[in-house]
């Protein structure tokens, strides 16, 4: 009985253990900037997730207390922590999935684009190291303007001979979780059962949330609730810089949405199916060719951009408005890619 009993729960518990672990492969996942103000909440959270299995935590400088400090949280992931340039090889190497938020946040009164004179260079610097030590990662650009950080990581890439437009994306998530917050708030529907795609790309009008496609359908929106809902999701990022009033922009909201948009490219690796997120990727949907809509994830990072889909006329106005805007971001990233 006894003898039975112990042998038959413990190969029960051997083969559960095999079986969580084929289901749950190792994945590494690098933060590029992880001891910012994203980097560190972020960091935190890719701690809590179980399909992280090594987590390595890059800046210039801090770093070692940041990692040490999440190191203690009793979750699946080995925590390492990297300083500095002779590092980053070390931080980046056999990376599945790489989070980059390292580079200046917005102060009041400046645009995203104001951004560009210093994180273009530091993106690029990043991207290069990308390319060498691990050129098949997922790489999950949160730094701004992301409108042209995007583009500027792509010909990075492309000069490199390492390009894959499945494995790059802009992470417009934040805009997606406000417009959820915002939509339920009007609408008064379960937050957790929103859902509202957000296309186009991230700074004011060029964020194009899609309410008319949102879901739960709402009856009791006007024209002018969708006009005010549109606005606060374009201009959210600015609401939390006038709100931090000179101490930078979002970063916890910004965590949060990090840290979801590399779960689902986690769960896309790892095989799970119609994992479907709107990300700001390389693009035939329109003329542009960088777009944010709704991506599906897979084992190797893009398998599909979706279309817009129907939209009222006011989001046709909001599309035609944005292009120029988006074209010219887009462009000026291409253009300092190949002249520096
Ligand atoms: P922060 O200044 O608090 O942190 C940035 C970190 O980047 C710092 O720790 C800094 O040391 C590090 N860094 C600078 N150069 C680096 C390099 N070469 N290598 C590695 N790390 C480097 O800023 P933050 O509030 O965390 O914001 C970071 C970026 O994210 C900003 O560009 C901001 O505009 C952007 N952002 C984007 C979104 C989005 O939705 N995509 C949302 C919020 C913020
Ligand atoms: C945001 O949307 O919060 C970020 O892009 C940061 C910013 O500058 O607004």
């Given at each position: 009985g006894e003898?039975?009993?112990?042998s038959s729960s413990s190969s029960s518990h051997l083969l559960r253990r095999s079986y969580a672990s084929e289901s749950?492969?190792?994945r590494k996942v690098a933060v590029l900037g992880a001891a910012g103000g994203i980097g560190q909440p972020l960091s935190l959270l890719m701690k809590l997730n179980p399909l992280v299995s090594n987590l390595a935590l890059y800046d210039i400088a801090g770093t070692p207390g940041v990692a040490a400090d999440v190191s203690h949280v009793n979750t699946r992931s080995e925590v390492a922590g990297y300083m500095g340039d002779e590092?980053?090889?070390q931080a980046l190497t056999g990376s599945d999935v790489v989070i980059i938020p390292a580079g200046v946040p917005r102060k009041p009164g400046m645009t995203r684009d104001d951004l560009f004179n210093i994180n273009a260079g530091i993106v690029k610097g990043l991207c290069t190291a990308i390319a060498k030590y691990c050129?098949?990662?997922l790489v999950n650009m949160i730094s701004n303007p992301v409108n042209s950080t995007v583009p500027i990581a792509a010909e990075v890439f492309k000069k490199a001979g390492t390009y894959d437009e499945t494995k790059l994306f802009g992470v417009t998530m934040l805009d997606v979780v406000r417009a959820k917050t915002f939509y339920a708030g009007k609408a008064n529907v379960n937050?957790?059962?929103v859902n509202v795609p957000v296309v186009g790309g991230h700074a004011g009008i060029t964020i194009l949330p899609l309410f008319s496609q949102a879901t739960p359908k709402a009856n009791n929106l006007s024209d002018e609730h969708i006009v005010a809902l549109t606005k606060r999701t374009q201009d959210g990022g600015t609401e939390v810089v006038e709100a931090k009033a000179g101490k930078g922009s979002a970063t916890l909201?910004?965590?949060y949405a990090g840290a979801l948009f590399a779960d689902a490219c986690l769960k896309g690796l790892n095989g799970v199916p119609d994992v479907v997120e709107c990300a700001f990727v390389q693009s035939s949907i329109t003329e542009l060719p960088f777009f944010a809509s709704k991506v599906k994830l897979g084992k190797n990072g893009v398998e599909k951009v979706f279309d817009l889909g129907?939209?009222?006329?006011y989001e046709k106005q909001g599309l035609e408005k944005l292009l120029p805007e988006l074209k010219s971001s887009i462009e000026k990233g291409i253009k300092f890619a190949n002249a520096n």
């Open positions: 003898i039975s009993f112990s749950t492969p190792e590092q980053l090889e050129p098949n990662a937050v957790a059962d909201s910004m965590a129907p939209l009222s006329d």
